[in-house]
Each structure stands twice: as C-alpha cells, then as structure tokens.
C-alpha cells in the first residue's frame, strides 16, 4: 500500500514529511521515539522503527503428508530458519526418513530436534552474509564445469568409474542451487540487507536464471552420464573421439567465459562467447557427418553426446546475454 504526502517546510529550512499515523501505532512509535533513516542506491529513504534490533526467527510448522518433502523444500527456499514436522500420534519411519533424506540434500539444514511425534529442522544459515550470491554461483558453476569435463570425458574413452562419479556430484551442486536461492529470496525480502550486501533485487533476478542455466547443465549431465553407463565401456571410432574432444573444449571455454562475463558484467567477454558459435557448429557438422560410418547401434549415442554438447553451449550463451 502506497500514500503520497507532500514534503513540508520550516522557518529554519529543514524539510520534513508526516509519518502515517496508523503505521506509526502499529509499530508502536510515541512522541520522542527514534527511527532509524537509511538512503539506498537508487535514493529511497528506509524508515526503520527498530533500527537496534535483530531480526525475528521465522518458524514453520506442517504436518506429515504426502508432500512432505516439497513442504520442507518450500519453507527452506521461503527463508524459514526453523521447519517443525509433527503429527497427532507419532511420525512413523518412512516419514523420519523422507524427513532426513530431504534435510540432507538442502545446504545448512541440520535436524536439532526429535521425539515420537515431532522433528525439528533448523537452518545454519541464518544470515546469508556468508554465502554471498555470487560466491554460491561460482562455487555450483565450477562443481558443474567439472562434471560436463568428466561426463564428456567418460563417453570419449568408455570411462564407466568416471560416468558414475557425474551422477553422484549432482547432489552437491542440488545443495548449492537450493542454497542459492533460498539466499536471494532473503535479500529480496529484506532492502537493508540489499543494500549492504550491494546486490539489487534486479540482479538477483539475474542470479536467479544464471543459477537456473548451471543447474539444468548439471542435469544434463547426469542424463549424459547415464546414457554412457549404459554403452559397458564402447568407446567411439578414434575420428569420432579427436572430434568430440574439439567439441567438448570450445563448449568449455564458453561456459567459462560465460560466468566471467557475468559476474564481470564485461560485455565483451559476453561477444567472445558467441562468437564461438561457427566453429562448435562447424564441429557438430563434421561429427555427425563422421557418425553415419559409425556402427548403427552407436550413432543414437554420438548423435546424443553433440546433442548435449550443443545444449551446454546455447545455455552459455543464454548466460553471457545476461551481462546486456
């Protein structure tokens, strides 16, 4: 809710604005009462009526469901520093264990609490002072980079130990993503805390996609994974191989390039990244030109692994176009 009030003036020249009377009942403001003031980036001033005080624990209670794990997921990403579970009677061990397996998969979320009818999760991270975005950001999108490596790695020279290592890294970079953005919602919800951690809301919007970008990658990459475990170590013709190493080291570079052109905000590292654009297509053509000699039951997979490559590649781009 918005109210316009003019601004008014003294004799002396000081300027000053009425503060809405109900507001200042509600928040319990008398004559002599002091209010802290506080000027943004952009110009606003922030009124803040208990400028000394630290912020209130958000606690969430709910039931034993069968959402249960998207309920605790969705308070974690909400904010909430405390998530009780209870039940009437008493939590059985499916439920303890949905609770626990979720809990593990969520950064900073460690149970405190258990009896026969309740479990209580508490967040670590509290204050996200700690874990500045673009920290997280750099951290997942380095966790990611990896596993694109290893997954393409793996398919060239029928790596099975190296495909399985690339599935079992996506629940860390999970971890970092919910973390990420459970981070951002709290700065969005907070303007102090945005302004002192020098992020705009406008750039968390931004961090948010980036983090969706690197994210999907890395489920990208866990289907690559899987679709390599499923070849029992058939290797690619030695052609095929020297080409998709080609292709996996420009994909790379782009998305290398990507993340320093965002969080750089330099745009033209940004054009470097789509200015590799002919050269991987160029590649692409000349593997899957290469695949038709290949055996019939290989070809679905080569056809999938440039397929994935070239995915990689358009989600770099989609992140270097964040910088414009």
């Known amino acids: 809710m918005s109210e316009s009030r003019k601004v008014q003036q003294t004799p002396t020249g000081t300027f000053f604005v009425c503060l809405p009377r109900d507001w200042a009942k509600e928040n ?4 002599g009462a002091l209010v802290n003031l506080e000027i943004t980036g952009d ?5 803040d009526t208990k400028p000394d005080s630290t912020p209130e624990l958000k606690v969430a209670a709910i039931g034993v469901g069968p959402f249960l794990s998207r309920e605790i997921v969705g308070r974690y990403l909400l904010g909430y520093d405390t998530i009780n579970i209870e039940a009437k009677d008493r939590i059985d061990s499916n439920a303890r264990s949905i609770v626990k397996s979720t809990a593990s998969s969520l950064a900073g979320l460690e149970i405190v609490e258990e009896t026969s009818c309740r479990i209580s999760l508490q967040s670590i991270a509290q204050q996200p002072f700690g874990f500045l975005p673009q920290k997280i950001l750099q951290r997942n999108h ?4 990896g596993m694109m490596r290893d997954v393409s790695n793996s ?14 890294r996506d629940n860390e970079s999970n971890r970092l993503y919910f973390l990420l953005v459970r981070t951002l919602r709290t700065i969005i919800q907070n303007p102090r805390l945005s302004e002192t951690l020098g ?29 390599t475990i499923s070849l029992k170590g058939t290797k690619p013709p030695e052609e095929l191989r020297k080409l998709l190493f080609e292709l996996q080291s420009a994909c790379c570079d782009a998305t290398e390039q990507s993340i320093k052109a965002f969080t750089a905000k330099d745009i033209s590292i940004a054009e470097n990244v789509r200015n590799l654009r002919k050269k991987i297509e160029n590649t ?12 019939v039951d290989l070809m679905p997979h080569i056809l999938a692994a440039v397929s994935f490559l070239r995915q990689i590649y358009e989600r770099s781009v989609d992140m270097a176009d964040l910088v414009v």
């Open 28 to 31: 319990g403001l008398k004559k």
């Open 284 to 295: 692409c053509g000349k593997i899957e030109d290469a695949a038709k000699e290949s055996p």
């Open 199 to 227: 992020i705009t809301p406008i750039e968390c919007l931004d961090y948010r996609l980036a983090a969706s970008l690197i994210e999907g990658i890395g489920d990208a990459c866990v289907k690559e994974a899987t679709n």
């Open 43 to 47: 110009g606003k001033l922030l009124v």
């Open 155 to 168: 398919f060239i020279n029928g790596d099975l130990e190296l495909a399985k290592s690339v599935v079992s």
């Open 142 to 145: 380095g966790l990611v980079a």
